[in-house]
């Protein structure tokens, strides 16, 4: 049976280009820190795509660290020695938005009194005002981080705004842009983040391979993998050259593709959700009138279990998911959608479809078709 795989916010399918440079990759015999010419053509792969991935965000090609995912970026970034473009450091605060992913949730390295949570309006946008009172409140320089776009409703960030704010107040800004990356033009030097961090595999990359990306070089981070002086002294570790190769590949695509991807995921995506308010008139769109990814649908549905719904279309061979896979298993609701105000029942029911690169029309309308079985079934059991 011929699946349809609309769960690409969870982990996009491998890119074929990525994939071809990846097997490319595992020929090369040497260590990128070698000095003899098999040592060389690994360096070579590395910085190509090192050039490639800072090219994507409008960045430096050396304020490109890679690391092994965007987790261990964020736990590097988030410390209280991080140095700001201004020079800021000794951050005695943590300011983070109340949907940000688990990893940023977490704090990194700050100790747990030290996090301050602020909250987001019903939309999913970062409340502005409760943000400046936190930065008023902090008693030092803070350390702010806020997504570009959330993985779970796809509602895009008031970036700029917080920004300001940031300035304002002294503080630093880390953005995460995991999901935004290839879905959303992105200029670091527009964005005016400290640092961004990235993840391959939700562009078509690999998994298992992210980066750190420096506002300036000026910027310093305080090291969370010490030991040798790979990368720059920022990370330390033997390059993962076959997953860094595969990142490369797949920014390079994303590069070329991102506005026409968008606009025809996006065609998709609004088809998709008309389709699902026709079939279940309860059912609603999550972060609606608010800015949101392309490819990202989120809808909650009375009457239904999202968990129940999740196993009824994977049975029809649909993949898709209740929300954030790193939540995956857990019994409590979304955290994103408990901090817009959805709970219960209403939050229970919520299933997320993220379309990306390898999404057909006959995809969607396979999903269409799966969840309208599903939820006749259901209604005629409570009928």
Known sequence: MTRAYLDHNATSPL????????????????????????????????E?????VAALVGAEARCVTFTSGGSEAAATLLAPGFVGKAGQTGHRTLIVSAVEHSCVLAGGRFHPGA??????????AVD??????????????????VMAANNETGVVQPLDAVRRLCVAHGASLVVDAVQALGKLPLDLW??????????????????????????AETVDIERLVRGGGQEGRFRAGTENL??????????KVAAASIDAEMQRL?????????????ISGQSRVVGLPAERLANTSLTVHPGLDGETTVIALDLAGVSVSTGSACSSGKVAPSHVLAAMGLEGAEAKSALRVTLGWSTSREDVERFVTAFSAHAGKVAARAA
Do not use: Y
């Open 128 to 145: 502005l005002a409760a943000l400046e009172r936190l930065l008023d409140d902090s008693p030092g320089p803070a350390l702010v981080s």
């Open 242 to 251: 076959v997953g860094i190769a595969g990142f490369g590949a797949a920014a």
């Open 266 to 278: 996006g065609a998709l995506r609004d088809w998709l959700e008309g389709q699902i308010v026709t």
């Open 115 to 124: 996090i301050r949570i602020c909250p987001v309006g019903a939309g999913g």
């Open 48 to 52: 190509g795509a090192r050039e490639v």
């Open 15 to 46: 890119l074929p280009e990525a994939r071809e440079a990846m097997v490319a990759a595992l020929s090369v015999a040497g260590n990128a820190s070698a000095t003899h010419a098999d040592g060389r053509a690994a360096r070579r792969i590395i």
């Open 190 to 215: 527009t964005l005016g983040a400290d640092a961004i961090f990235v993840s391959a595999h939700k562009i078509g990359g690999p998994q298992g391979v992210g980066a750190i990306i420096r506002g």
